[in-house]
């Protein structure tokens, strides 16, 4: 069991399976160097087609924050049991787990995801998967004790301060200054900072480079399906993450390009909490109904995790992920989902979206049950790890029975 | 030495607590649930000092999950599986 792998070895592993997988699988550097000089490696995995078809786009990135150690091990190995299922043209196995530090053991039974799901993922979707966004920040977190719970990147420390990095997931450009967004008192509630000491949720000044890679994956091609694996809450998330959500046609006017909105303007902000004065806009109308798919999908994702988690009754209650709109008690600007949702409704994104982007931000693990937080232990890793294959082959499996673009 | 901990209370008095504020105390944004009882429930992680300034809190209850000894031991057991890739340096010191 190699978890928890370094950022080094996560880019070896990478390398790996796609120079094991040739024919369906392709490594790539994205554009931009960390801070550190490490390069983020992007694979790319998709039987060429055939016909000319169109394909459904999914991208799949983990690691941003450096503390959280499982995702970018799970990744790594999702992709490396779905082309071996691929190539041998068999079900993609999900190993049962025994919880041997629970007494009695719990036990979670093996799963199987069929062979004509794995064949029409590969051959029916293109898919992206980033596993380890942030390498300097699992880098940092990984050196010593002391550092464990290190999140951000390792930008430099700006002038006049002594304090590195930068949280790439408050760095998305969405909705914009969060001191123009929201108003003042919901800015103590916000989850951003513009303190740079902030351990946490330092928003940075300009884009970072690990943040321009993930966006840059949203052009020139189409995206139809994102998700962004973090830890730990056992969740899945859906936009909006800055405030409340509500989808009434009489209330488009509330969203985030509308200055009347914003701290200057006649309202004086943003409050920031669900059911408040304002809630974000979420379009709800057919043909996609884009706040009603959401929450569908982000049950099936739920779905697949509690079918394979077996009749115990503390397995399935373990197996638990709430699925929800991000923001709740501390709403949060500047994230990769909000970002990338934002973008079906931009009105400065010329030309604008042709197909709906479906956006998910999985929360895995617990604190609970001793999973062990950013951290599981090695333990209980083969828990995280199966509850995310599970989540997003089910999300996969979905794009590609779907009729192609 | 930290712990982990669960923090409750009306969701007035959370907000009231400025939590995000509190030195020595990093919350699980994402963790946030609604008890039965209709107060919320979010996790952290408390150094000793946040924990003290939590337990003055007026409105707020403070549960430890994970007490400080047993986190210090998961985590000194995962610094020992870190596997490294053939060649890499070992980063002993932020740089």
Redesign the interface.
């Known amino acids: 069991m ?5 950022s ?2 996560i ?2 592993a990478v390398e790996a399976i796609a120079n094991g997988h040739p024919t369906v699988c392709t490594r790539s550097l994205l554009t931009n160097p960390t801070h ?1 000089g490490r390069r983020v490696s992007c694979l790319k995995i998709g039987k060429p087609s055939t016909t000319g078809a169109g394909r459904y786009v999914v991208v799949l990135t983990g690691g941003v924050h450096g503390r959280e ?1 499982a995702p970018p091990d799970a990744l790594v190995s999702l992709v490396d049991r779905l082309l071996t299922a691929y190539q041998a043209g068999t079900t993609m196995p999900i190993p049962a787990f025994t919880d041997l530090d629970s007494v009695p053991p719990v036990t979670y039974p093996a799963a199987q995801i069929p062979a004509r799901d794995v064949r029409g993922i590969v051959e029916e979707l293109d898919l992206y998967v980033v596993p380890l966004v942030n390498p300097d920040g699992r ?2 977190s ?4 002391a ?4 999140r951000k990147n ?1 930008s430099a420390a700006p002038t006049g301060s002594a304090c590195e990095g930068v949280d790439l997931n408050r760095n998305f450009p969405f909705p914009g200054d969060y001191q123009v967004y929201y108003n003042v008192a919901a800015e ?4 951003a900072s513009k303190d740079p000491c902030d ?3 330092y928003v940075g000044t300009a884009l970072e480079p690990e943040v321009r890679n993930v966006m840059e994956l949203f052009t020139p091609s189409p995206v139809d399906y994102f998700v962004d694996v ?1 830890s ?2 056992r ?1 899945i ?1 859906h936009p909006w993450a800055v405030d409340g959500n509500q989808a009434e046609p009489a209330r488009t006017g509330e969203n985030w390009h509308n200055p009347v909105w914003n701290r200057g303007g006649t309202t004086k902000g943003r409050d920031g909490a669900p059911g408040g004065p304002y809630d974000e806009y979420f379009p709800n109308q057919d043909p996609h109904r884009l706040l009603d798919a959401h929450d569908l999908l982000g049950k099936v994702m739920r779905d697949a995790i509690l079918d394979a988690a077996g009749p115990e009754v503390r397995a399935f209650s373990r197996s638990w992920y ?1 699925v929800e709109q ?1 923001a ?3 709403p ?1 600007p500047g994230t990769s989902m909000d970002w990338a949702f934002s973008r079906n409704i931009d009105p400065s994104l010329t030309p604008p979206l042709a197909r709906p982007l479906y956006t998910f ?1 999985i ?1 895995c693990g ?3 049950n001793g999973e ?2 950013w ?1 599981p ?2 333990e209980l890793y083969p828990k995280i790890e199966r509850e995310i294959h599970l989540a997003v082959m089910a999300l996969l499996a979905w794009a590609a029975m779907l009729p192609g673009p | 030495m930290t712990q982990i901990v669960w923090i409750s209370g009306s969701q007035s008095a959370l907000r009231a607590a400025h939590l995000l504020q509190v030195n020595g105390l990093q919350l699980a944004i994402h963790s946030v649930r609604t008890l039965p009882s209709g107060e919320r429930r979010i996790a952290g992680y408390a150094t000793d000092d946040a924990m003290a300034w939590l337990q003055q809190q007026q409105g707020l209850t403070v549960q430890v999950v994970v007490d400080a000894g047993t986190l210090a031991e998961q985590t000194h057991t995962l610094f020992g599986q870190i596997t490294r890739a053939p060649g890499e340096p070992h980063d002993t010191e932020a740089t």
Do not use: F, M
């Not at chain 1, 190699?2 to 370094?6: A, E, G, N």
């Not at chain 1, 990984?142 to 004790?145: N, P």
């Not at chain 1, 550092?147 to 290190?150: A, I, Q, S, Y």
């Open positions: 190699p978890y928890p792998r370094s080094a070895a880019e070896v550190q150690w880098a940092t990984q050196a010593r004790e550092d464990k719970d290190w390792r103590s509630d916000v989850s351990i946490d949720n973090h730990w809450a969740k998330l709430d991000a709740d008690l501390y949060a931000t929360e617990s604190e609970e062990g937080g951290h232990p090695v």
